[in-house]
Every structure is written in C-alpha cells, then in structure tokens.
C-alpha cells in the first residue's frame, strides 16, 4: 500500500514528558501537511512542507511544538513538556503540488493522550 | 477559529437527497473542497471547486458561489455507508494549505 502512513497509531503520556509522531507520505508526494482534529471538530493546521522547506507554521503552534523534514521524504512531529490541552487526534496529509488544485490525502493519524 | 460554517449534523433516510451548506467570511477563499471522514477513519477528498458552478461526482455534487461566499455538498440517493462528518475547506489561493469548518455529521437512518 503506498498510502500515508503514521506512527504510532496511539500514545499515552504523561504531562511533562516529549513525544514524537512520524509520518512517511506517499512517496512522489513533495507536499507534507500537519494538522490536528480534536473530537467534533475538523482539522486544525499546524504546518506545512514543500519538500524539506517548513513553509508555513500556524501562529496557534507554541514553541513546543516542532517540526521537521529533513529529506523532504518523511517527516516528525515532536511536542516537548506536553500538556493536557495537547491530547488530540494528529493527523499528516501529503499531496502533489501542482498548478491546480491541492487534493490532500490522509493519513490515520496518531491519538495522542496526555494524563 | 474556524471561519468556515457548516451546520453540525444532519439526519435522514436512505435514498433521501441532503444538502450541506458552507458559508464563509467574505474575507474569503480562493475555492472549496469537500472531504468525509467516517468514525475513527482519515478524511477522505470528495471534490474541489475552483470556478462558481456545480461540479458533479456520481452520487455526490458540490456547488460554489464565491460572490455570495457560499457552497455546498449535494448528497443524493443515501447509502448507509455514508453515514459519515463531511468538511468543507478553503484554500486562500490555488494549491494552498486548506482551512477546515467545524464538519457536518451525517446519519442515515433505514
């Protein structure tokens, strides 16, 4: 399957504590979103890629919040000293930038639990 | 917030027609997507429109009226399975990143 995949699917930690998600996007993909969904809301963006360049970073992001692509394939998420407020659904999409439209594909996201 | 407005849930029967409306700040988007999202499942690209008009896929049309800020996502002859949140989505300029509504639950009920 060459879908966008994440990893992990789950995380439970404890306030304080780092965490980092992955996300390996479809391969031919040069564009590599972030956003975050909480339950009953849609997608929030936090930032975005165009192959290893952090294009846009949402002004919503702390500075806990940190973000990479270094080879403009797979990309990591990192939240350091999280929160309570920062238990959410993360979800990354990948897309083909092209003149058109932007059509985004998904992936299943990584559930995060801080307790 | 989210400056995209979508009524938060719909209910109606199989084979029944439901239209889910988009308003948005006239302030405004360049055009609308449309995803669904089933329970525990990643949002999935339904249609774009770029240019006002109606843009028909099968089952589902999504229509656009950026004078009036305005769309929405026409879903005929119901099938359980889209018993689904349905988003829409502006884009501040072709190929930019996409600001989500707050979604749309559909129940389809027998």
């Known amino acids: 399957d060459t879908g966008v995949s994440q990893d992990p699917r789950h995380k439970i930690t404890k306030r304080g504590q780092n965490v980092t998600f992955r996300c390996d996007p479809i391969s031919e993909h040069n564009r590599l979103y972030w956003y975050r969904q909480t339950l009953g809301q849609g997608p929030e963006f936090l930032t975005y890629?165009?192959?290893?360049?952090?294009?846009?970073k949402s002004r919503l992001l702390s500075d806990r919040f940190s973000a990479e692509r270094p080879k403009g394939s797979f990309s990591t998420l990192e939240i350091q000293r999280t929160e309570q407020g920062d238990s959410a659904m993360y979800l990354c999409?990948?897309?083909?930038?092209?003149?058109?439209?932007?059509?985004?594909?998904f992936g299943s996201g990584t559930q995060l639990s801080v307790l | 917030g989210q400056s995209l407005e979508q009524p938060s849930e719909v209910t109606a029967v199989e084979g029944a027609i439901v239209q889910i409306n988009c308003t948005y700040q006239?302030?405004?988007?360049?055009?609308l997507s449309w995803y669904q999202q089933h329970d525990g499942g990643a949002p999935t690209f339904l249609s774009y429109?770029?240019?006002?008009g109606l843009e028909e896929t099968g089952r589902f049309s999504s229509f656009l009226s950026r004078s009036d800020s305005y769309g929405y996502l026409l879903l005929q002859e119901l099938q359980m399975k889209d018993s689904a949140s349905y988003f829409c989505a502006g884009d501040k300029a072709a190929g930019n990143k996409l600001t989500f509504g707050g979604g749309t639950r559909v129940l389809v009920k027998p």
């Open positions: 890629f165009q192959n290893e360049a952090q294009l846009e």
């Open positions: 006239t302030s405004g988007f360049y055009g």
């Open positions: 429109n770029a240019l006002d």
């Open positions: 999409a990948s897309s083909l930038r092209t003149s058109g439209s932007e059509k985004l594909f």
